[in-house]
């Protein structure tokens, strides 16, 4: 495993695990739904389920007899991690739409029926066809929901600004939200992509792309929650 590849995929679970505990930790002086619901996102799926699922495959840190464990409690928590949230951007920025209840709705049944199988072929690895099509759907799902409205509600306050009437820092951090929730997509294409060359391992090219994501990803999340002070400073000057 390269440089490039320690790199990319420690800093996405480091930063995913800071991120998610700060957003917990906001959420238990709030009481807020959104911040609880996206903190669990950050440190169960980044965090703890990507971790464990890149420590599985990518860096082969398992026994054979562990190993299925691991996948099962990195993907469960990956799982976990998609619906927390699905839900919370429902939460932000569709709190008024009933149509976001289908669509979590959806993400839920897939997720759950990737459960299911998985739990039926535990000694499985990698997993059957179905349990992968539908945990990387689900996930796809959530994390292409995540940058659609990042990116939309970025391109909403760039409009805004224009007669004064947005925050340019703001707008800044939803295009980080947006960017990092889009590599969060590519690093699961990348997935779907690899089942079709070889499942059993991570093939060497894919697994560069996927540690790249991983950073961009990185930077997406942790910027977009721990701006600069400097912006900071400008956001409240303005």
């Known amino acids: ?26 959420a238990t002086r709030t009481g807020k739904a959104p911040e609880l619901a996206i903190g669990a ?20 840190a398992f026994s054979a007899p562990v190993m299925p464990i691991a996948v099962l409690v990195g993907n469960t928590s990956a799982s976990c991690g998609a619906i927390a949230l699905a839900f919370g951007i429902w939460r932000i920025f569709r709190p008024a739409d009933r149509w976001p209840l289908a669509l979590t709705a959806v993400i839920v049944a897939l997720l759950v029926v990737s459960f299911v199988g998985r739990l039926r072929n535990v000694a499985v690895v990698p997993a059957p066809a179905f349990v992968f099509w539908t945990f990387t759907i689900g996930s796809v799902a959530s994390y292409a929901w995540s940058a659609f409205e990042s990116l939309r509600f ?25 960017v990092a929730g889009s590599a969060a997509v590519g690093i699961h294409v990348c997935s779907a992509a690899n089942r079709f060359l070889d499942p059993d391992t991570i093939h060497p090219a894919l697994l560069t792309v996927q540690a790249a994501l991983g950073l961009g990803a990185a930077s997406g999340i942790w910027f977009a929650f721990f701006p600069p002070h400097r912006s900071r400073r400008t956001a409240l000057s303005e």
Do not use: C, E, N, Q
């Not at 805004?160 to 939200?177: C, E, S, V």
């Open 154 to 178: 970025h391109a909403m306050l760039r409009r805004r600004m224009r007669i004064g009437l947005a925050d340019a820092d703001i707008a800044r951090r939803f295009l980080l939200w947006g």
């Open 41 to 60: 996102a950050f440190l169960a799926s980044g965090g703890l389920g990507y971790g464990l699922i890149v420590l599985a495959f990518a860096l082969h």
């Open 1 to 26: 495993m390269g440089a490039l590849s320690i790199v990319g995929f420690g800093s996405f679970v480091v930063a995913s695990f800071l991120v998610g505990l700060r957003l917990l930790g906001i």
